[in-house]
């Protein structure tokens, strides 16, 4: 008979946060793949589990899946975490789980802590409809153009960032989406959790010195700018500063943007939208 695959969630921070099946699971398991072996351990000493351990993580997961399959396929059980949360989300795994599928494997979820739904959670913005997009890329440039592809959704967005690059990723953010609700979440479940809450620019300025992985929650849907944006004519009134005023566009541009309350960047992708619409 065959093993089972088991996908454990594990505790983001606090050790406490784990199910009783997620207990049992790594007690009866024949084999531990885990991201880490060092922190499962603390973990798993912390329960009393006494489970071997092998590392799966992004550097050796192609080499180790083989092996790993081929356990299952003479009747181990595998448990599979990774250093925090939910294996696979932005984690690695995700070779393990489709080889073992491909190989008829029977692949079971073991739910519990996620860092996503513990943010949106706690969030206050609206979690009905939302969409994960993991880490942004690490050069400016891209994650400038990761940015502008979920401008326009209507939803919220969840996503990772480490703490040096917190700062820069959220001002480059205010320059795409403006002035948006955001709620920054960082060391959730830990001592030191924190979450800030509020427009981007206020929760900028509150950073402070960022420690600790941050997830962050974005409203894009009907955010202040864009009930403000429907409900001003920004088409008529450039039109007459540049035509009749005489303004040139940038300045057209800014004093919209004063004048509204506004981002200078949001009054400008109004009008490039407004260029491309079907007259």
Same mark, same amino acid.
């Given at each position: 008979m065959r093993g089972?695959?088991?996908?454990?969630?594990?505790?983001?921070?606090?050790?406490?946060?784990?199910?009783?099946?997620?207990?049992?699971?790594?007690?009866?398991?024949?084999?531990?793949?885990?991201?880490?072996?060092?922190?499962?351990?603390?973990?798993?000493?912390r329960h009393a589990i006494a489970t071997p351990t092998t590392s799966l993580h992004e550097h050796n997961e192609a080499a180790k899946t083989a092996s790993?399959?081929?356990r299952l396929e003479r009747g181990d059980h595998v448990a599979l975490v990774s250093d925090a949360g939910t294996p696979t989300v932005s984690d690695p795994g995700e070779r393990l789980i489709r080889a073992a599928i491909q190989a008829g494997i029977r692949v079971e979820p073991i739910p519990g802590p996620s860092?996503?739904?513990?943010?949106?959670?706690?969030?206050?913005? %609206?979690?009905?409809?939302?969409?994960?997009?993991?880490?942004? %890329?690490?050069?400016?440039?891209?994650?400038?153009?990761?940015?502008a592809r979920f401008r326009g959704s209507e939803r919220t967005v969840v996503f990772f960032e480490a703490p040096h690059r917190i700062a820069e990723t959220?001002?480059?953010?205010?320059?795409?989406?403006?002035?948006?609700?955001?709620?920054?979440?960082?060391?959730?479940?830990?001592?030191?959790?924190?979450?800030?809450?509020? %427009?981007?620019?206020?929760?900028?300025?509150?950073?402070?010195? %960022?420690?600790?992985?941050f997830t962050v929650v974005v409203e894009l849907g009907e955010t202040t700018e864009t009930k403000a944006l429907a409900s001003v004519d920004l088409v008529h009134e450039f039109g007459e500063m540049t035509v009749i005023t005489g303004l040139s566009r940038r300045k057209?541009?800014?004093?919209?943007?004063?004048?509204?309350?506004?981002?200078?960047?949001?009054?400008?992708?109004a009008l490039e939208d407004a260029k491309k619409s079907p007259k």
């Open positions: 089972t695959l088991f996908v454990v969630a594990t505790p983001i921070g606090n050790l406490e946060d784990i199910t009783v099946r997620a207990l049992r699971v790594l007690r009866d398991a024949a084999v531990i793949a885990a991201e880490d072996t060092r922190r499962t351990a603390q973990l798993l000493a790993l399959v081929a860092a996503v739904l513990a943010a949106l959670a706690a969030s206050g913005l %609206p979690s009905e409809s939302f969409t994960f997009l993991g880490f942004p %890329p690490t050069r400016s440039k891209d994650r400038k153009l990761w940015f959220l001002r480059e953010l205010s320059q795409i989406a403006g002035n948006c609700q955001v709620a920054a979440a960082r060391e959730l479940t830990k001592a030191h959790e924190e979450i800030i809450r509020g %427009p981007l620019d206020s929760v900028i300025e509150r950073l402070g010195n %960022p420690r600790g992985e057209a541009i800014a004093t919209l943007a004063r004048r509204h309350g506004l981002a200078a960047n949001s009054v400008y992708q």
